[in-house]
């Protein structure tokens, strides 16, 4: 999934200062697996909005609504009649639902609650790590299901390099080196000779590097 | 002596069957090349090259290629080093050539510190290319003339091309794996992360000259000395791939007030005669980090002067 | 027992403390209540295992938003007591009336207009 943080909450109350109503507009999607722009979270922030502004004396209205997802036309459709009710709207979304949204209807605005990070999966509940780095050349088979585009901190490709301790990365005991279990993986399953070939340089043009990308799929395209 | 890559003095003495000896000098966080000029002239004619940091531990410092350029200027030769973590392929090529045009002849190719280490962690993080790529894309601009592109090369760069090895680093049992990639890839010399672990690195060796690297690129052995149990106590618990064994702190600390760092050249002097007799090793790298004025006492202390003319 | 506890307290029962989201202490505090406490089973004898846990980590939650917010985390508190301690809850209900005497009225009580 598609994975965010809430903003801090300061920043937030920033966003909204000038503001007595607002949408707080939540999705069904990644944010609601990585629980932070669901219908629950939604509540969540609504309420802690109206303390904080009851607070300082300025009361603030805040509605809320969650839709399916944001990056689909179809269900950004469905607020059609309810967006331009507000001073400005919310939108727990990862940072595609804001977008879309702000196309969909230009003469809003739309605050994005959280900040996208990254492609990643639960390690378990409550924990979400970044798992892929969207290079748009994926290269895991060639290192055992692992990644060491998003995995290594330098993405490097004939790892590990001089700093990896105690299968950690040197950035961090947080962190753990993949290029580390690569090579575990790689000499437990009698394999070390696939890593002793050199692997050509990257093409990063694939990747957010080359430009915004777009995906087409011809035959469905009306 | 024909078919030199570079005909730098590194590869000269090196070629010719001596035992090298290269230093170290970073260079100054500012323009001060005064500073610089200062730093590096304890080196002079006390080793056979002196490397020059390329934004060691993501410090920003003037670029290695001018200091580099500097110490030309002022008769030293300098082993340029290049990381991959602040420039993409474009800037590495044309930073290649600069040097070369520069008159630059030794080049060390890294991977870098991670960018948090250091003093702007903001900032992007290149990493076009991996070090292993870097001395492989040097190999080709000086012996196929040809850029990464297949273009050809308007006068291609003639390197000595170095590598840094980890003995210490995990996995151990991949370590030499590693350095035998690095050599594969170009690298005509390798520099080891400084060494403090006789015992794994006595192993370490051992597997590089059954591997037979020894015969294909020079391996110069690291030694930085301990100034002071609180550096040797630093480096074992915050510098990661860094191997500091609980007896050199504890022997540093008997050495009494004050006496620590004798105490710490005194075991620098002991490693390097080890050195000189261990098959493999065809020299040292001395990184006196902000204490390139006591290199020429270690270094006659050691037996390492003169350095030989070639 | 007819042990008597400060009649400003309101209390909810609730099957399980597990039961009690954030939500529901973020309301209560949006809707003026000076204080807001939880009282759960001790821990490692909840009937339904882990739910006074939930509780415990919901609390520090919501602690940690009214820091955010500049507003004394003391007003939320999370307590751990037998289903027979009669005298215990009537104890906790004194105390956390007593400590929003000495924090004040919640400053999210709305504010006149000036």
């Known amino acids: 999934m598609i994975i965010a943080d809430r903003k801090p909450l300061g920043e937030l109350l920033e966003m909204v200062k000038d503001c007595n109503k607002v949408l707080i507009l939540g999705c069904k999607g990644c944010v609601t697996v990585c629980n932070v722009g669901g219908t629950k ?51 727990m979304a990862c940072g595609v639902g804001p977008q879309f949204l702000s196309e969909a209807y230009p003469d809003q605005r739309f605050f994005p609650a959280v900040n996208t990070t990254s492609f990643g999966g639960a390690l378990q509940h409550g924990i979400w790590s970044e798992r892929c780095a969207g290079c748009g050349t994926c290269l895991i088979h060639h290192f055992d299901g692992m990644c060491p585009i998003a995995r290594c901190s330098k993405s490097i490709l004939h790892g590990p390099c001089g700093g990896s301790a105690k299968g ?35 093409d990063w043009r694939t990747a957010r590097d080359g430009g915004p990308r777009k995906s087409v799929r011809e035959d469905l395209v009306q | 002596m024909n078919d030199l ?24 966080k500012g323009a001060n090349v005064e500073h610089l000029k200062e730093k590096f002239s ?84 290149v990493y076009d290319i991996d070090s292993m790529q870097l001395l492989s894309l040097v190999k080709k601009m000086r012996d196929e003339g040809k850029f990464l592109n297949d273009e050809d090369i308007d006068v291609p760069p003639k390197m000595f091309i170095g590598a840094a090895s980890n003995p210490f680093a995990d996995p151990f049992e991949f370590r030499v794996h590693r350095l035998a990639m690095k050599i594969a890839a170009g690298a005509d010399f390798i520099q080891t992360q400084c060494i403090y672990n006789m015992d794994k690195f006595r192993n370490f060796m051992k597997m590089a000259v059954d591997m037979g690297l020894h015969e294909k690129a020079r391996i110069l052995a690291g030694i930085t000395p301990m100034k002071s149990v609180g550096m040797a106590q630093y480096m074992a618990k915050s510098v990661p791939g860094m191997d500091v064994p609980e007896s050199l702190i504890k022997r540093l600390r008997g050495a009494g007030k004050g006496k620590a760092a004798e105490e710490g050249i005194q075991f620098a002097i002991e490693q390097i005669q080890e050195f000189k007799e261990m098959k493999g090793l065809a020299g040292i790298h001395l990184m006196a980090i902000e204490w390139e004025h006591r290199v020429p006492e270690i270094a006659e202390r050691a037996g390492l002067l003169p350095r030989p003319k070639v | 027992m007819r042990l008597s506890y400060p009649s400003n307290v309101k209390v909810i029962q609730v099957p399980c403390t597990g039961r009690v989201d954030i939500i529901h202490l973020l309301k209560a505090v949006e809707d003026g209540a000076d204080a807001v406490y939880v009282a759960g089973c001790m821990e490692g004898e909840c009937h339904f295992l882990v739910g006074n846990l939930k509780a415990k980590k919901r609390v520090q939650y919501v602690k940690k938003v009214l820091q955010e917010l500049g507003i004394e985390p003391e007003r939320v508190e999370m307590f751990n007591l037998s289903a027979g301690e009669g005298p215990r809850f009537a104890e906790i209900a004194r105390e956390m009336v007593e400590r929003a005497k000495a924090l004040g009225p919640s400053p999210v009580k709305m504010k006149k207009a000036a």
Not at chain 1, 47 to 62: F, N
Not at chain 1, 184 to 196: A, N
Not at chain 2, 71 to 89: A, K, L, T
């Open chain 1, 41 to 91: 979270e939604v509540g969540v922030l609504a309420s802690i909005l109206k303390i904080a502004r009851k607070k300082e004396g300025r009361p603030l209205q805040v509605d809320e609504k969650t839709i399916e997802r944001q990056c689909d036309p179809e269900y950004i459709a469905l607020v059609k009649d309810q967006v331009g009710q507000y001073d400005a709207v919310i939108s």
């Open chain 2, 42 to 125: 304890h080196l002079k004619g006390v080793v056979d090259a002196v490397n020059v940091t390329d934004n060691q531990t993501a410090v920003v410092r003037m670029s290695s290629w001018a200091a580099s350029a500097v110490m030309i200027q002022n008769g030293v030769e300098p082993n340029f080093q290049m990381v991959c973590r602040d420039r993409n392929r474009l800037a590495m090529q044309s930073d290649i050539l600069g040097a070369y045009a520069m008159g630059v002849r030794n080049m060390l190719c890294l991977s870098g510190d991670h960018q948090t280490f250091g003093n702007h962690p903001q900032a992007k993080n």
């Open chain 2, 5 to 28: 890559k570079s005909g730098s003095n590194l590869e000269k003495v090196l070629r010719a069957g001596h035992f090298a000896l290269t230093g170290e000098c970073g260079p100054p």
């Open chain 1, 168 to 202: 950690k990365c040197e950035i961090s005991k947080e962190v753990d080196c993949i290029w580390d279990m690569i090579v575990q993986k790689k000499m437990e399953k009698g394999r070390l000779e696939d890593l002793t070939k050199m692997k050509p340089n990257k």
